[in-house]
Every structure is written in C-alpha cells, then in structure tokens.
C-alpha cells in the first residue's frame, strides 16, 4: 500500500516539524531462541486447567444469578482510529480537512464496539466520514468503495464476531485490497491464538498475514493476561504512539504482565494440543446438535428475552453459567444463548452441555446467525 505508507511519512514529518513526535520505545529481546526453554510446556490437560471453567459458588450467589442474569461493553482500536484520523488532520490544506481530504472508513456493521467508538472519537474531530457495510456482504462493500470519491481509505473488521462467531470473508478482503488499495485493519481479538498452524490468528488460518496491514488484538482472552497489542510497521507504531489518545494517557503495562503475555505468546505455539482440543471440542458440539458453528464461539438465537432468560436460568440449574444476551447488545426478539468453548472443555462436558440445551430448546429450530440486522450503527 504505497499510498499509504507515504501518507503516514508525510504525517510523522508534520508531527517532527511541530516537534510533537514521540521517539520509539522498541524492546529487544534476545535473539538466542534457547530462553524459550525456560517455560515448562505439557502435552495435554491439567487439574489447573479446569479452573478457566469450573467454579463454586455460594448458594445465595446461585440463587441471585438465577433471578437476574444481565447482559454482559478495547482501547487498542480507539488508539489506532485516533491515529488514522490525525493524517487527514495533518495533511490537510486548511485547518479542518475538507471531505474529501478526510479518510474514508468502511466498518462492517456487526464490528465490536470498541471500533465503534474509536470511529465516532475521530467523527468528532472531523477527520474521518464513516461508512457501514452489511455483515460481510463484500458486494455492498465494493459498491461503497467504488462510489467513494476519497483518496485515503481504511477498511476495519473484526476477524472472528465475538456476538456470532462468524469469520470475516479475508479472502474476499484482501481481493478488494488489491482492486481499491485501502488499508486493511482487522481486529483479531477473538482468534489470536486461538487460529493458524502457530496461533496467529485468522490471518494465519486463512493464508493472508502478509495482506493484513494493520492486526489488533487482545492479550485478556486466549492469552490470559491483560491489555492489547497493535501489530503494524515501524511507521505507524511511532503515529500511534504520538497521536493514539487511548495509548497516550493510559498508564503502561505493568513489567510482570508483559512478562506473562511474552510467556503465553511461547506457550501458545508450542503447546499446538490446546487448539486441536478446541477445535475438537467445536466439532463434537456439531456432531452432537446438528448446528454448523464455524468456531468456539457459539451464539444460539432463541427469539424473545423472555426466552432467552428461561433458557440461560434452565442451564445454570445443571452448572451451566451461560449468559443470555438482550437488548441493546443484539436486536429485539434476536436474544440468545452465547457459549464459548476451550480448550479445558472435555467432550463429557461438551455432551452434558447439549443434553442440558435439548431440555430448554429445539436445535432443529434454533437460529444460528443472524447477518439481517445493524447492530452497529455509526
């Protein structure tokens, strides 16, 4: 993406004229791989394992989840949208860029949040115009791009729907890359080491890394830790950090935190086991119900809410903490049953599991994924 690379010079120039330019702050560690041998690996489950999915409660805290179960709201992705807004704000002739010096960002309408709100930060200065595409409808997207007379054009997705566990088409993306020359940002929160050969994610799992330009993620999920990363070139790296405000005032990972996502990031490709037993778990799940999920996660459309809680109310009763999702999260009479599978899950507890979800609703009639509805509207 030669366009924007030199966008991005041209930005770090006008950041270093006005001496705003934060220097980078790189960590080196060693190049002798032998320090990877400290981690002590295993080739299969652990009685420790289980404590990611197992838990005792007290009985009056039984009784309060089973009145009332809510609904369960990055800042990785409102740094990086800050920063792409500050090249529109920067490069711009006048003081506010016009429209179409500001840059053009195609969000899929099922996007996290997170992305949400970064993208309304950088509405707010007037450095960026918004545009939702259907739910990883690449027809709509290539008409949007098509009729955008903007030069500077991100397009942002998650890569696994954390509300539907759906994979955004990256083959189709990356073929729109090339046709439009947009910068291609995928959040890859719910697949880091999770997907791909070594845990890289989705970009691994479908064969695009080099494509992807810019890869968000979390470190709180599959690695267990705290906080996020944003994997990108030396260039951006230095405009994120000097213009990403989330990044800015935000105090630093504390040292043993750091050190606990280098682990688990060695960890992770070395133990392989843990994502073949994920994957296997998401197999039995679809042996056992019939649904055709695409991934650990699992989202069961019910219908009402009321449903929806009589459901997640049913399965708690047989140890199941599974939490029913309303309203304004989803769409009205869209309520369902979100469950996610790992690697510490047995096939036993995948059968109990199914035989406690047949008692509370049919899965011949269950709705697996809904693409219909807007959730994220800008």
Request: net charge positive; aromatic share 10%.
């Given at each position: 993406m030669d366009s924007w690379n030199e966008w991005v010079e041209q930005t770090l120039e006008?950041?270093?004229?006005?001496?705003?330019?934060?220097?980078?702050?790189?960590?080196?560690?060693?190049?002798?791989n032998s320090h990877t041998d400290e981690f002590e690996c295993?080739?299969?489950?652990?009685?420790?394992?289980?404590?990611?999915?197992?838990?005792?409660?007290?009985?009056?805290?039984?009784?309060?989840?089973?009145?009332?179960?809510?609904?369960?709201?990055?800042?990785?992705?409102?740094?990086?949208?800050?920063?792409v807004g500050n090249v529109s704000l920067l490069l711009a002739k006048d003081s506010q860029p016009s429209i179409d010096e500001r840059v053009a960002v195609f969000s899929?309408?099922?996007?996290?949040?997170?992305?949400?709100?970064?993208?309304?930060?950088?509405?707010?200065?007037?450095?960026?115009?918004?545009?939702?595409?259907?739910?990883?409808d690449m027809h709509h997207l290539n008409e949007l791009l098509t009729n955008c007379p903007m030069k500077k054009k991100v397009v942002i997705t998650d890569s696994l729907f954390s509300m539907d566990g759906d994979f955004a088409p990256l083959v189709e993306l990356v073929k729109l890359r090339k046709k439009h020359g947009f910068l291609l940002a995928i959040d890859d929160a719910h697949a880091?080491?999770?997907?791909?050969?070594?845990?890289?994610?989705?970009?691994?799992?479908?064969?695009?890394?080099?494509?992807?330009?810019?890869?968000?993620?979390?470190?709180?999920?599959?690695?267990?830790c705290?906080?996020?990363?944003?994997?990108?070139?030396?260039?951006?790296?230095?405009?994120?950090?000097?213009?990403?405000?989330?990044?800015?005032?935000?105090t630093s990972t504390p040292v043993p935190i750091a050190a606990a996502a280098h682990a688990a990031v060695?960890?992770?490709?070395k133990e392989m086991w843990r994502r073949r037993a994920i994957w296997n778990r998401v197999q039995d799940f679809r042996d056992l119900t019939g649904i055709p999920i695409t991934s650990p996660i699992i989202s069961l459309i019910v219908g009402s809410e009321a449903k929806a809680l009589q459901a997640s109310r049913h399965l708690l009763e047989f140890g199941f903490h599974i939490t029913a999702i309303r309203p304004p999260t989803v769409a009205p009479n869209s309520c369902r049953l979100r469950i996610a599978l790992s690697a510490a899950h047995t096939l036993d507890d995948?059968?109990?599991?199914?035989?406690?979800?047949?008692q509370c609703i049919n899965f011949s009639e269950i709705g697996f994924?809904?693409?219909?509805?807007?959730?994220?509207?800008l």
């Open positions: 006008k950041l270093e004229s006005r001496k705003l330019l934060r220097s980078l702050r790189p960590i080196h560690l060693s190049d002798d295993f080739d299969g489950l652990r009685q420790w394992d289980r404590a990611s999915v197992e838990v005792e409660i007290l009985e009056t805290t039984f009784q309060k989840w089973l009145q009332d179960i809510p609904s369960p709201g990055f800042s990785a992705n409102m740094a990086f949208m800050t920063a899929d309408a099922l996007n996290h949040a997170s992305i949400i709100d970064g993208i309304r930060l950088a509405e707010k200065q007037k450095s960026v115009a918004a545009f939702v595409y259907q739910h990883c880091t080491f999770v997907c791909g050969k070594t845990g890289g994610g989705a970009a691994e799992l479908f064969n695009c890394i080099s494509d992807v330009d810019i890869c968000i993620g979390t470190l709180s999920k599959a690695g267990g705290h906080g996020g990363y944003i994997a990108c070139s030396k260039k951006w790296k230095q405009l994120i950090q000097s213009r990403g405000r989330s990044f800015i005032f935000s060695i960890v992770a490709k995948v059968k109990n599991l199914t035989a406690a979800l047949s994924y809904c693409t219909s509805w807007n959730a994220a509207r």
